[in-house]
């Protein structure tokens, strides 16, 4: 595919805390538990193990973290910071991981290397939609991206942090249940 001929291929985890909006907090009364929150980036060129010029499935590969520096900082512009820089001063902080390059489908790669994929494996789709959609393949991705917004503060004078909620309904008005996925792996939620 176009996407293995591309120049460069990065391995980006984005690291989510997920708990109270501050760390520190400790007042009880405030329940944002649950909440997610960016915490950093961790990028790896893997130009090479796509390509197959590289295949030491043996070697452990370290991937420096870069937290998300500030409240103002957004995930994505992280993220292109550390693609675009040579050097990340990760203080130590990182990642190890062991990369392998598996031929076939999800079906066929379960099926030939169950000791590294079983059914408990969070599989990642490729975000947007694939060129050829191939038989039994179910694609029923929404992606909402909020814009901007217009917040009335009111007499204070700070910014204030913003909670999102969103909903699934059908054409009857009815609400959705459990059709909702933050990420590969989660649990649906409602």
């Known amino acids: 595919s176009k996407d293995r001929k591309r120049e ?3 391995f980006v985890c984005q690291i989510v ?3 109270r909006m501050e760390q520190r907090e400790n007042n009880t009364r405030k329940l944002t538990s649950g909440l997610r929150r960016p915490f950093g980036v961790a990028v ?3 130009t090479d193990i796509i390509n197959g ?3 030491d499935e043996d ?3 370290f991937i420096p973290f870069q937290p998300v520096a500030g409240e103002n900082d957004f995930l994505q512009t992280v993220i292109n910071k550390v693609i675009a820089a040579k050097e990340v001063n990760h203080k130590g902080q990182g990642l190890w991981v062991t990369l392998k390059l598996l031929p076939g489908d999800i ?7 169950p000791h590294l994929v079983d059914r408990t494996t969070a599989v990642a789709r490729k975000m947007g939609f694939p060129e050829i959609i191939m038989p039994g393949d ?3 991705d929404i992606y909402v991206t909020l814009v901007q917004g217009d917040f009335d503060k009111g007499s204070k004078t700070t910014a204030k942090n913003m909670e999102v909620t969103v909903s699934v ?9 459990n059709v909702i996925f933050p990420g590969a792996g989660d649990e649906a939620l409602s």
């Open 8 to 10: 460069k291929i990065s």
């Open 17 to 19: 805390r997920v708990g």
């Open 44 to 46: 790896m060129d893997i």
């Open 53 to 55: 010029k590289v295949d």
């Open 59 to 61: 070697k452990q590969h």
């Open 107 to 113: 079906h066929q790669i379960r099926k030939e290397f």
């Open 138 to 140: 179910v694609r029923n």
């Open 169 to 177: 309904y059908d054409e009857d008005g009815k609400k959705l249940e």
